[in-house]
């Protein structure tokens, strides 16, 4: 059996982290620090340690990151003031809301209220509409979800063409599976989506040349649902006991698959480096 070439996330977000870091300096030295604020609301653990991993990615390359610290228990109202004020701040060029916000708030809500041009996250309606209505990869807007951006960076690091391919997205959300598949659409593929009332989920996955597995059920996607040869990006991020694993079965799938990203190691570093993308593409659109 074919043993799939694994797709090293860290080395393909280390190119993009070269090339952004050359792009900082250039910027600063026209006067313009990229800054982003990373607002995340009470003391949620797994949100600390991912805002931590932004912040200290900025720093690397030359972003300045500033924390916005609200109490779990804050008002939505005065949730919205202080995503004003940041809209308002000139140093400031990307708003990220860390998700989840506490059961209070209501999330869309909350979003809406980020200034579209700030929308490093890519979330805003006015984003998300831009990025349905775009028929081809060139009119997509400045601001592209983080995690599905990276998913496309992947793809393409295999040098698989991705027009006329038919892609599988397992997972609807509006923070990966649409904007995958939306994305992939973009580039011409043929998609199928597919969700947790799929009828033989095995049966569509196997048509798919490009996998994308968006689900949060650990190693749901076995070797015999995949297409030998097929390129598979693992979004899942599940904790056992024993330590992380993806949405596929690793083992299984690396003996059909031609293309696959380990979990961790694929996607989550994707999902950074684009964010720091984004934010240097605020500053520059700034400055122009
Ligand atoms: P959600 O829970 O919001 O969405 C999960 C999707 O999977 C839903 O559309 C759901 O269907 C579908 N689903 C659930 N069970 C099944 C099933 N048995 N068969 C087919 N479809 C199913 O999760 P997210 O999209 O936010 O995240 C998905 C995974 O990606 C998680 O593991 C998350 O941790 C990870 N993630 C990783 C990131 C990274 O940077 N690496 C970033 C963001 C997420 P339905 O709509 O019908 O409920």
């Given at each position: 059996m074919p043993q799939a070439k694994i797709i090293d996330g860290k080395q393909v977000a280390a190119k993009l982290h070269q090339a952004l870091k050359e792009e900082v300096v250039a910027l600063t030295k026209q006067g313009v620090t990229p800054g982003l604020a990373t607002v995340r609301v009470g003391e949620d653990p797994a949100s600390q340690v991912y805002v931590q991993m932004k912040e200290?990615?900025?720093?690397?390359i030359g972003i300045m990151s500033r924390g916005i610290r609200p109490p779990a228990d804050i008002s939505q109202e005065d949730l919205i003031a202080q995503i004003e004020e940041l809209n308002s701040d000139s140093n400031i060029h990307g708003i990220l809301v860390q998700l989840p916000l506490p059961g209070h708030l209501n999330t869309p809500t909350v979003l809406q209220h980020v200034n579209p041009d700030k929308d490093v996250d890519g979330f805003h309606p006015l984003n998300l509409g831009k990025l349905l209505s775009a028929k081809y990869w060139e009119e997509l807007p400045r601001f592209i979800p983080c995690t599905p951006a990276g998913v496309i960076k992947l793809i393409d690091s295999t040098g698989v063409e991705i027009a006329g391919k038919q892609a599988v997205v397992v997972g609807r959300s509006i923070i990966v599976g649409k904007p995958v598949a939306m994305l992939l659409l973009a580039r011409q593929a043929t998609v199928t989506i597919c969700h947790s009332r799929t009828s033989d989920l095995g049966a569509l996955?196997?048509?798919?040349?490009?996998?994308?597995?968006?689900?949060?059920v650990p190693q749901l996607i076995k070797g015999k649902m995949i297409k030998p040869g097929a390129v598979v990006i693992d979004v899942g991020?599940?904790?056992?006991?024993?330590?992380l694993v993806g949405d596929v079965d690793f083992n299984q799938a690396k003996e059909?698959?031609?293309?696959?990203?380990?979990?961790?190691?694929?996607?989550?570093?994707?999902?950074i480096i684009m964010l720091l993308t984004n934010t240097v593409r605020s500053a520059k659109a700034q400055l122009s």
């Open positions: 200290k990615a900025c720093a690397m996955t196997r048509t798919a040349d490009i996998l994308v597995a968006a689900v949060g991020v599940n904790r056992l006991e024993d330590g059909v698959a031609g293309y696959l990203t380990p979990v961790p190691g694929g996607v989550g570093p994707m999902t």
